[in-house]
Each structure stands twice: as C-alpha cells, then as structure tokens.
C-alpha cells in the first residue's frame, strides 16, 4: 500500500510569513498532484510535479517534487488570508495507475 | 464551475432508507471515481470507473453500491447505512490514457449524515 504522509497537519500564522509543507512517503511515484480544498468545496487542482527534481512555481506558491520521486514540499511565500485551506498532496503510483493517493492534508490557517 | 456536478449537497438519511447520489461530468473524461472524505482521515478512494466499467472496488461494503451508465454520469447508491458512513462523498473525474493518469477534477461532494 503506498502511503502518503503530510506535515504538519495543522498550521496557524500571520499574514506575511513564509512557510512550508511537506508530503513524505516511501513509495516512489509516478507523478504527485497539490490539491486545495475550502470548506463545503471539493478539492481544486494547483498543480501536478512529474519529473524528481522538478520545481514549479504558482505566483507566491512553490512546489518541488523530491530527486527520488518520493516526497514533495509546497512552500508559500508572503501568505495572506485568501491562502486559508486544506492542501493535499495526492499520488499516482507507478502500479494500478488509475489509483490516486491522498495524503491526510494540512490545514492552513492564515491569520489577518 | 468545476465542470463536475454532485447532488444532493447535503443529504440526512435514516438507517433503513435507500437513496442515491448523483454525479455528472461535461468535460468529455473517462474514468470517473466516488471518494469518502471523513474527517481526521485521508480521502479514501471507493471505486473507479473507466469507460463504464469498474477497475476498482476498494473493500468497500455492498451497503455502497456504484453505477456508472456512461462516461458523463456516475451514481452511488446507499442502502441500510451506519452512523460511521456519515462523511463528505466526492465524486471527480479524469482523463485516463493508459497506464496515465491526468490530474482528477472533483465536485463539490455531497455531505452525508446517516441518523
């Protein structure tokens, strides 16, 4: 079973800091895809990583996928309030394709 | 607009009723997937379909019983359900070519609460 672990779980700050989050697992993956999810919504798609290395960049929102294809970080520069949500990192692994896994999520709160 | 469609929003059953969510999808995918988000947990993936036919069943139990008709829509029926299945049930759907998968577009879930 492959699993995905994010850290932290929870994560309260002013508006203006920086900060990261991390999506960790012991499986290598094909691809690895950040969601954000606001109260009452599904999950919306920011961004899929495919090559181990790789780094894209969103506005403020920088995402790596791990050399290994193992692990993944989103790091958010100068948040503000409007980044408040649950963001999960999802996986595609390299068996049973049509599989994507979830990760427990972190939930951000940006405080004014 | 996210392109897929869930109803109910929110549903309030009893125990013994029999009732259906529905999904629908207008951006032309063809694999569709029902996922239960219940909270403190992952979301855990139910079912897959892909071109109408089911590619996944996670040890889910027969009291969730999935339908897929065509590629646009999906169904999840519920019957005699327990209070522990009260959870947010998300539908989405993708592009499945192959061995890849594209990046899955979810609706906004419908909110279960079983009394």
């Known amino acids: 079973t492959q699993l995905l672990e994010q850290s932290p779980q929870f994560l309260s700050i002013q508006e203006g800091e920086n900060l990261t989050v991390y999506c960790n697992s012991s499986?290598?993956?094909?691809?690895l895809q950040w969601y954000r999810q606001e109260p009452g919504e599904g999950p919306v798609l920011l961004v899929t990583?495919?090559?181990?290395?790789e780094v894209k960049k969103l506005k403020r929102l920088t995402f790596q996928f791990g050399d290994a294809r193992k692990d993944s970080s989103l790091h958010i520069t100068a948040a503000q309030t409007g980044d408040t949500g649950l963001y999960l990192c999802a996986g595609v692994g390299i068996q049973g394709a049509q599989k994507l896994v979830f990760g427990q999520g972190t939930r951000l709160t940006i405080n004014p | 607009e996210t392109g897929v469609t869930q109803t109910p929003r929110h549903l309030v059953m009893g125990m013994t009723n029999k009732k259906s969510l529905k999904c629908e999808q207008h951006l032309g995918h063809n694999a569709m997937y029902w996922y239960k988000q219940s909270a403190k947990k992952p979301l855990e993936l139910m079912f897959v379909y892909s071109l109408e036919e089911r590619v996944e069943n996670n040890s889910v139990p027969s009291r969730f019983s999935p339908e897929c008709p065509n590629s646009s829509h999906l169904f999840l029926h519920l019957h005699t359900l327990q209070p522990e299945d009260s959870a947010l049930y998300l539908c989405?759907?993708?592009?499945?070519?192959?061995?890849?998968?594209?990046?899955?577009?979810f609706g906004q879930g419908t909110r279960l609460t079983v009394v």
């Open positions: 499986s290598v993956f094909s691809s």
């Open positions: 990583v495919v090559t181990g290395g």
């Open positions: 989405a759907s993708s592009h499945a070519r192959g061995l890849t998968l594209a990046e899955a577009f």
